[in-house]
């Protein structure tokens, strides 16, 4: 009778055991050699497959690779200045920031909140001309829903000769949140999810102007992508589709003022489990009982300010779609970016002092992330 052989089990065994009984630490440091050494691999059947690298020297790769950051830096630098300049949104907001400040009936309080507004952008827009492009190239199953890695490090803070990568440094889609770096390395970063459960984003309710423009930033890339990507075979029903949003636009009238309400934290719901929880937000702490530059506090029930003699009338301080907004009071995020939309608000019961909410993350499905752009962090 054959003898069974344990040698190979044991020996399996006991490299498992060894990989389970490591330290988080030095977790930490075989994932960033495994994921360099991927990154190294995927590199080299790139330049085998395209001759022209491959007869290149490292000094002119290098070079190569450093000018087409700077390329496209200016790219997007450009971008955002054309959007600043010609954007409707931007001139009118100029053209009444204009009005208010030589107008002599006009009161302190709306030249201060046209000040902060001005001020607002104008910090985002510097943060923004500084950003560095990135793509996702490694992620976890075991932790789907709160990290990526991208495939920029402490390399490229030497090209470009700026630490613009660091610990906390913000990182978008557009104008939506989607991360903050929490781990570098030379050639790649850890990106932590705002979908991950350990990341808090001071937030506040935002209900008129800010809103009525992002939901038209989402209409108009709809109607992009349905007019540039036809199919034949549903060329009727896209074709009806485009004119039934058309049409809503057309017939949309958007709001010329934005009321700030309350104030909270928003959390993520990751867990380690394979694409667990998506884009789903929680959000807890919401009230507006001190009052700020923004206005007068409310009751939390009743709506209506605590200032005796006021005329102001009542608002409902939370709303199924009111849009969040990140405060910058984290100190991790600048204010004014976009973090989600309030999906269902949490019924008040006795005795309590805030709101629980849930909402969906506006930079949209985080299973299919591929490109981000990587703030400076904030000093």
């Known amino acids: 009778m054959r003898r069974i052989n344990y040698r190979s089990y044991i020996f399996l065994t006991g490299i498992f055991f060894v990989l389970f009984s490591f330290s988080p630490g030095r977790s ?25 690298h491959l007869s290149m020297s490292s000094v002119a790769k290098q070079e190569l690779e450093t000018l087409r950051q700077e390329n496209y830096l200016l790219h997007l630098q450009v971008d955002h200045i054309r959007e600043w300049l010609l954007s409707e949104d931007r001139i009118n907001e100029q053209i009444d920031l204009l009005k208010s400040m030589n107008s002599a009936s006009s009161e302190e309080k709306e030249k201060l909140f046209l000040r902060r507004r001005r001020e607002e952008i104008m910090k985002i827009l510097q943060l923004k001309s500084k950003a560095i492009p990135a793509k996702v190239i490694f992620r976890e199953p075991g932790s789907w829903s709160n990290y990526v890695w991208i495939n920029v490090g402490e390399a490229d803070n030497k090209n470009l000769q700026e630490g613009v990568i660091a610990k906390n440094s913000p990182v978008i889609i557009g104008n939506s949140v989607v991360g903050v770096v929490d781990l570098i390395h030379k050639t790649q970063s850890r990106v932590r999810l705002i979908t991950d459960n350990r990341l ?20 108009n890339a709809l109607l992009f992508s349905l007019e540039k990507n036809q199919n034949s075979s549903c060329s009727q029903e896209v074709q009806e589709a485009i004119s039934a949003l058309a049409r809503l636009k057309a017939q949309f009238i958007p709001v010329n003022q934005n009321i ?42 009743s709506g209506l300010t605590y200032e005796k003699g006021s005329r102001l009338p009542s608002i ?10 990140t405060t910058g009071l984290d100190g991790v995020f600048p204010a004014g970016l976009y973090a989600g939309i309030v999906s269902r608000v ?11 909410l849930e909402a969906i993350a506006t930079a949209g499905s985080f299973d299919e992330l591929n490109f981000v752009c990587v703030l400076p962090a904030l000093k």
């Open 28 to 52: 930490l440091v075989l994932r960033q050699m495994t994921i360099c050494a991927f990154s190294c691999l995927w590199e080299r059947i790139y330049l085998l497959t395209h001759p022209l």
């Open 260 to 301: 700030y309400l309350a104030k909270g934290e928003l959390q993520g719901t990751g867990r380690p489990l394979w694409r667990s929880c998506g884009s789903f937000l929680k959000g807890t702490g919401f009230n507006y009982d001190f009052s700020d530059q923004e206005g007068f506090a409310r009751d939390l029930r």
């Open 346 to 356: 949490d019924i008040l019961q006795e005795g309590q002092c805030f709101y629980h």
């Open 316 to 325: 409902a301080l939370l709303n199924v779609g009111d849009l969040l907004i």
């Open 200 to 219: 808090t984003i001071a937030v506040r309710a935002v209900r008129g102007k800010q809103q009525d423009h992002f939901l038209l930033e989402q209409l």
